[in-house]
């Protein structure tokens, strides 16, 4: 069975100094509760590869991605798509920017879930997708202070 979770935050910055911020893989630390992400190969776009650990300690799982489509808009926002590979991931992940302005955003980070268990996983889901909904709201709330006006992350 697979599952679509959708989140967005608008953010007061330009498209592109959202973008630069959501794509810099390894900084995605600073506002994605307990994950770090690191690049398995120096490719952006198509074919690049990351690898994020979530967990806390040595307690937590691998999620290998591939990038499956990469867009820059020409406002500077853009689309990212990417394939999760790994055993306790799997599916489609989408962080896109879309402009509202020369100086406003809105990121939208979306995930296409294959659940394990067939029905049980499906019930297993329900159950936990509103803690997981809450983690992914407040990641972006995150998001939204770390990269906001007269943060340091913005300057980067």
Same mark, same amino acid.
């Given at each position: 069975m697979r599952v679509r979770l959708e989140? !967005?935050? &608008?953010v007061a910055v330009p498209p592109a100094a959202l =973008? &630069?911020? *959501? /794509?810099?893989w390894p900084r995605q630390g600073e506002w994605v509760p307990l994950t770090r992400? +690191?690049?398995?190969d *120096?490719?952006?776009g198509v074919g690049g590869r990351l690898r994020a650990w979530t967990g806390v300690g040595p307690v937590g799982f691998w999620d290998?991605? /591939?990038? /499956? !489509? =990469?867009? !820059? &808009?020409? &406002?500077g926002g853009g689309r990212c798509e990417v394939l999760h590979r790994g055993r306790v991931v799997r599916g489609e992940g +989408?962080?896109?920017? !879309?402009a509202r302005g020369p100086e406003a955003s809105t990121f939208v980070? *979306? +995930?296409v879930l294959v659940l394990p268990g067939g029905r049980l996983g499906a019930l297993a889901f329900r159950l936990v997708r509103p803690a997981v909904e809450l983690v992914l709201d407040a990641a972006l709330r995150r998001l939204r202070r770390r990269i906001g006006p007269g943060d340091p992350a913005r300057s980067h």
């Amino acid at each position: 069975m697979r599952v679509r979770l959708e989140r !967005r935050v &608008d953010v007061a910055v330009p498209p592109a100094a959202l =973008w &630069d911020y *959501a /794509t810099d893989w390894p900084r995605q630390g600073e506002w994605v509760p307990l994950t770090r992400v +690191e690049r398995v190969d *120096a490719a952006d776009g198509v074919g690049g590869r990351l690898r994020a650990w979530t967990g806390v300690g040595p307690v937590g799982f691998w999620d290998p991605m /591939t990038i /499956t !489509r =990469w867009q !820059r &808009d020409a &406002d500077g926002g853009g689309r990212c798509e990417v394939l999760h590979r790994g055993r306790v991931v799997r599916g489609e992940g +989408e962080f896109a920017v !879309r402009a509202r302005g020369p100086e406003a955003s809105t990121f939208v980070w *979306a +995930e296409v879930l294959v659940l394990p268990g067939g029905r049980l996983g499906a019930l297993a889901f329900r159950l936990v997708r509103p803690a997981v909904e809450l983690v992914l709201d407040a990641a972006l709330r995150r998001l939204r202070r770390r990269i906001g006006p007269g943060d340091p992350a913005r300057s980067h």
